[in-house]
């Protein structure tokens, strides 16, 4: 099986430096940010589907615009991308979660995977009017999931669980293909989530060993159920022609972050009810020093963003040898991001992507030979891209 890529569309804005925010972290940018317009999420989108991602992850949150709306508007000026649209199951009914990824599906024909957002943080949720504590958000998104599930076999369903109470439900058309579902999380209910519904289990980015730990986790949970889960990965990138310039890049980053913002977000972060954030924040403790936690793994990002807080740093050929390395333990899809969306989509388009497909390990989606015939709308390097927002 050949490795998927997908990447990012920041429906918060976007910048040349790291814009902040997540697990209840109010959006931060270090300098001058890019609107989230459909123009330029057009753009990222469109450059996106022309270098070979498959699709694009689009968060949820109040720190950013809706993504099934956002992303329902952008298959009109995409082909084939396709959208993997975060979405918290507690804030809409199964019934409905059901058939609008049925919709989603026939208008876009068939380009909808979904990333089930259980919901990290209790203040966050409440804002939405949802007062369940997070073992209650866990219990409440399996019985969720269970009901979707049969919805999407046709089945008519009547369930009442702890959470969850539907009768007669049923839909009059079922999405083809059926989206699979995407999920995340460490703690030890997030993992009994993952072993009996879902299809890919995500991670954020930490060291392989540890990525590697997690893999054998969801794998026995699930083969206890008879399920057998796919993996991916969920991090950042600065990939540069040589080792030296992406360094540069991330110190120049690291160097736009105030302290005192790096204080505040880290002080919001350390009060977050995710297993999964806390890992993250124990890979560099809230300091600047030694953010080298791997080789090429930076987890520079982390200090001022929830969630996924590192990045892959390196030449092409160094940050295509820790692709390989995570392969090497389990993960087949990679979901990256870069500051800014748009460029840093090229640099490691055009970088890492040959540099896999000649070891055979990627194929451009669009079939064998797209890929050498890319059409860039630049002269010179990513850095040179003209933006419109």
């Not at 997070?134 to 959470?163: I, M, N, T």
């Not at 520079?300 to 390989?324: N, Q």
């Not at 388009?349 to 860039?376: F, M, N």
Request: aromatic share 8%; glycine share 10%.
């Amino acid at each position: 099986m050949t490795l998927q890529f997908h990447w990012f569309l920041p429906t918060y804005g976007d910048s040349r430096y790291l814009v902040g925010g997540g697990h209840g972290v109010a959006t931060t940018h270090a300098g001058s940010a890019r609107p989230a317009t459909l123009s330029y999420l057009g753009q990222i989108a469109r450059s996106a589907e022309q270098l070979g991602f498959v699709g694009a992850l689009t968060p949820t949150g109040a720190w950013c615009e809706d993504a099934w709306l956002s992303t329902a508007m952008l298959t009109e000026v995409t082909e084939r991308l396709k959208f993997l649209v975060a979405f918290r199951p507690g804030l809409m009914s199964p019934t409905l979660a059901a058939q609008m990824a049925a919709t989603f599906q026939r208008h876009s024909r068939g380009r909808l995977l979904l990333n089930v957002v259980t919901g990290g943080e209790s203040s966050e949720q409440r804002a939405y009017g949802d007062f369940l504590n997070k073992e209650e958000r866990y219990a409440r998104c399996g019985e969720f999931l269970h009901v979707v599930r049969a919805l999407w076999r046709k089945e008519r369903v009547d369930f009442e669980g702890e959470h969850i109470r539907v009768e007669g439900a049923e839909l009059n058309r079922v999405p083809n293909p059926v989206p699979p579902l995407y999920f995340g999380g460490s703690s030890a209910a997030a993992g009994e989530v993952a072993a009996r519904h879902v299809d890919m289990y995500l991670t954020w980015g930490e060291p392989p060993q540890q990525v590697a730990e997690k893999v054998r986790w969801i794998r026995e949970l699930a083969a206890q159920h008879g399920r057998t889960p796919r993996f991916g990965i969920r991090l950042h990138v600065i990939s540069r022609d040589t080792s030296e310039q992406a360094w540069a890049e991330a110190q120049r980053l690291l160097d736009a972050l105030d302290p005192e913002t790096i204080a505040r977000v880290q002080a919001g972060l350390a009060r977050s009810e995710s297993e999964g954030q806390r890992r993250m924040r124990e890979l560099h403790g809230g300091s600047t020093a030694n953010l080298e936690v791997y080789p090429n793994l930076w987890a520079g990002v982390g200090l001022v963003r929830g969630g996924a807080g590192t990045a892959l740093v390196g030449s092409h050929a160094e940050v295509a040898e820790r692709i390989e390395e995570y392969h090497a333990v389990g993960i087949d899809e990679f979901v990256l991001s870069g500051h800014p969306h748009l460029e840093e989509a090229y640099w490691f388009g055009e970088g890492v992507l040959p540099l896999l497909e000649r070891k055979g390990l990627w194929r451009h989606p669009a079939g064998t030979g797209e890929s050498d015939q890319v059409s860039i709308p630049f002269a010179g390097s990513p850095s040179q891209l003209a933006t419109t927002s």
